[in-house]
Nanobody
Framework: QVQLVESGGGLVQAGGSLRLSCAAS????????MGWFRQAPGQEREFVAG????????YYGDSVKGRFTISRDNAKSTVHLQMNNLKHEDTAVYYC???????????????????WGQGTQVTVSS
């Protein structure tokens, strides 16, 4: 099993920045990937960003490209999401997720991820 714990959420003004972290413990999968998703009230879960453990390949959802940056620390089994120039529409619960076996064709889909964190609230005031 894999345990994922997110941290770093909070309240920020529009235009500000936040950094989310996700610490993975338990069994890890070197051929896999980590992703961030978000879900606002009444909306479906949306892919935000992902990164593979070995190659460090990164990929982003269209709505956050150029503003968010995902990174990893393999030694600490931790993934970070640096969020800059935040907008009101970025307000959501952000979830960290682990994919045991990275597949390019499925990397944007929530169903491809096997483990999920409990989520952390990000609120951007306009």
């Amino acid at each position: 099993q894999v345990q994922l714990v997110e941290s770093g959420g909070g309240l920020v003004q529009a235009g500000g920045s936040l950094r989310l972290s996700c610490a993975a413990s338990g069994r890890t999968f070197s051929n896999g990937a980590m992703g961030w998703f978000r879900q606002a009230p009444g909306q479906e879960r949306e892919f935000v960003a992902g990164i593979t453990w070995i190659a460090g390949t990164v990929y982003y959802g269209d709505s956050v490209k150029g503003r968010f940056t995902i990174s990893r620390d393999n030694a600490k089994s931790t993934v970070h999401l640096q969020m800059n120039n935040l907008k009101h529409e970025d307000t959501a619960v952000y979830y960290c997720a682990a994919d045991r076996s990275y597949r390019t064709a499925l990397r944007y889909r929530a169903s491809a991820y096997d483990y999920w964190g409990q989520g952390t609230q990000v609120t951007v005031s306009s």
